[in-house]
């Protein structure tokens, strides 16, 4: 009786010193995205020939399709206005130490202390974008080209296309933009603009821009300096006033759409 029950705790013991079966590990499948870039279509064909030139000349209009945010700063002895712009969606923020503005695809807004801005918000919120960033601006959808007679500037003579655009197209579709550019570089050197904002009448009147130098900006040719001349009767007259720029930069990364809505303490 002894021996059987001490057999019994040897087997016993034996059985619980075996190691007890390991567990197999589940392995995971590790899936790995691999980020594809967008592939940005070249316009180029769409425009034409010397419009698809002048693009080329200052970086291709392909190249400026693959941004999303432009950002300059508008240089002013009380304070420098800092402009941000998405290239898409074209909402706008304009930040001063005295006032900040903003277009957030709907409405425009303004938020400041005092009346120390006195224009009009829908107006500005891209003013000075449209003239900074031609002349890629005119490769927006909805516009047609029009070949013009040469603008003669002393003994030169740049040659010229007219800009319209189609009805409802943005807040002032009766515009009308004069590009102007060297016949051998392509460059864009002189805009002619009409104001139709607040009339909504076409109108005959036409400003006129020098662009008279240029920044590399990320590939990008955009202008350094404005000049704004004296313009009647097809005569170029001497500059009245000037803007310069500073402070560039092109990104392809996206802006937080928060930055452009109205802050809520605004009315």
Partial sequence: MKKITLFTLILSVL??????????????????????????PDRSENFPKDIAAVFKAHGGIQAFDTQNTLIFELSKPEGNEKHTTDLKTRHARIETDKFRLGFDGEEAW????????????????NLMFYFYAMPFVL????????????????????????????????????????????SESYQMKFLGYTVTFFSKESSQKISLIEYSDWNDIDGLLLPKTLKWRSYEDGIVGEVKSERN???????????????????????
């Fill in 15 to 40: 059985f619980s010193c075996k190691e007890a079966p390991k567990e197999e590990k589940e392995e995971k499948e590790v899936v790995v995205e691999e980020k594809v870039e967008e592939v940005i």
């Fill in 110 to 125: 303004i938020e400041q202390d005092s009346t120390y801005f006195k224009g009009n918000p829908r107006f500005y919120h």
């Fill in 139 to 182: 490769g927006d959808d909805g516009i047609s080209y029009e070949k013009v007679e040469d603008l003669k500037v002393g003994e030169a003579s740049y040659p010229g296309y007219k800009i319209s655009y189609g009805e409802a197209i943005g807040d002032s579709p009766k515009d009308n933009y004069f590009v102007y550019y060297d």
């Fill in 245 to 267: 720029f500073v402070n560039a930069s092109a990104s392809k990364e996206k802006m937080d759409a928060s930055i452009f809505s109205k802050p809520k303490e605004v009315e």
